[in-house]
């Protein structure tokens, strides 16, 4: 087993928690316990067929892994799915967790999701489902804040379940492009995001001048000046017009020529792809720039040029306000919320839309923002800062 020694600092601030019960040695020492170490029991419903369509949650109960000595633990459920209970899928994590062990209560469809992730590893398509599949799952336990160092997974447990196609909530990433066209530089990185297009689908269009190299950063590496978490392709400076992305010692991807392209970031499947334009000039704007009820639809905060056609700027609010972007401070050409029922308020779960000339207000609460729109495309982003 790996021992790690508890600094004295730790142990004044691990006395106040309690995970399940365990008594605390004078001199605690930190073991980490082996995989299938502790049990995981499954619910009783387990005994027949689970219809997952037509049920909300299932409870698991387990044992405390034991760490030796008291501290809160983080527990997670995993599950792997095979239709001939012989070939796996890989495991596939839920987002609930908990901190109790006696009751980790997973919704339905969460499970439904990562069992339809497996069986799509395995070569299943949407028109095969609903099916019935074998499932197989575990505890993923770890302390609170070393998940990287104290990992450990309890013994499995399996159960038959029929399920519709259910895929995962996907989470929209804000994702960055630092390079030559944005100097290396984050601060000026944080003005060239991403546009997500649905599916772990982003992409940047600009006219990448000299054939400008780039890598991708997440919000969190950014920050950090993070270059190991940086995402790349495999080969510094590979200029073709597809391949396989990395984030660990990746290299500078670069333009196949000077043009404007699309460039494209399937962050599922892990690869890039370079589309080039078929228009190579676009109307040129003298300004971009945001108009709307925070000033009384009186006046323009102009936005910057980052790189050719990708315009940004960061703007605070006191009040909910309605608002729209538009170019050469005139109404001939703006963008607005399309064509749609309903209304748009931007938010940090809901920021990136097409935008339509002439469209709706766009509506933003209190607060400061980042603005970002793109005059080829139409897309818009409004994010809250964080």
Not at 42 to 57: C, H, K, L, Q, W
Not at 87 to 115: H, L, R
Not at 250 to 277: C, N, Q, R
Not at 288 to 306: C, H, K, P, R
Request: charged share 20%; aromatic share 12%.
């Amino acid at each position: 087993m790996k021992k790690l020694s508890i600094l004295s600092s730790m142990l004044t601030a691990l006395v106040a928690f309690t995970a399940c019960s365990t008594d605390r040695d004078e001199n605690p020492v930190l073991t980490v316990p082996t995989d299938g170490s502790f049990e995981l029991f499954a619910p009783g419903i387990t005994a027949n067929t689970i219809d997952m369509d037509n049920s909300e949650s299932m409870t698991f109960k387990a044992n405390q892994p034991n760490f030796g000595y008291t501290a809160p633990v983080i527990y997670l459920m995993e599950f792997a799915a095979s239709e001939d209970g012989n070939t796996w899928s890989s495991w596939q994590p839920t987002e609930t967790t908990n901190e109790n062990c006696q009751a980790i209560t997973v919704p339905t469809k969460e499970i439904a999701g990562a069992v339809t992730t497996g069986l799509t590893e395995l070569g299943r398509s949407e028109v095969d489902f609903p099916l019935t599949a074998h499932i197989k799952a575990r505890v993923h336990a770890f302390l609170n804040g070393m998940e990287e160092t104290t990992s450990v997974y309890s013994k499995e447990v399996q159960f038959s379940a029929t399920t519709s196609y259910v895929l995962p909530p996907v989470e929209l990433a804000k994702l960055f492009m630092v390079g030559a066209l944005t100097e290396w530089n984050k601060d000026v990185a944080i003005k060239a995001m991403f546009y997500p297009e649905g599916d772990d689908i982003y992409t940047y269009t600009t006219q990448f001048k000299n054939n400008a190299n780039l890598k991708i950063w997440t919000l969190e590496d950014l920050m950090k000046e993070n270059w190991n978490g940086a995402f790349g392709c495999v080969t510094d400076g590979d200029n073709s017009t597809s391949g396989e992305i990395v984030n660990e010692n990746a290299g500078a991807i670069v333009a196949p020529t000077s043009e404007f392209y699309t460039f494209t970031f399937d962050k599922h499947h892990m690869t890039y792809e370079w589309v080039k334009l078929e228009d190579q000039a676009p109307a040129e704007y003298e300004s971009i720039s945001v108009i709307g009820g925070f000033n009384d639809w009186g006046a323009d905060e102009d936005l910057t040029q980052v790189t050719p056609h990708n315009w940004y700027g960061k703007i605070t609010f006191a009040d909910e306000t309605e608002l729209k972007f538009r170019a050469n401070h005139d109404w001939g050409t703006n963008w607005g919320w399309g064509s749609y029922d309903g209304e748009w308020v931007a938010s940090s779960e809901d920021f990136a839309r097409i935008g339509e000339n002439g469209g709706k207000n766009l509506k933003v609460n209190a607060g400061t923002y980042h603005f970002y729109l793109n005059d080829i495309t139409n897309q818009m982003m409004i994010t809250p800062a964080e």
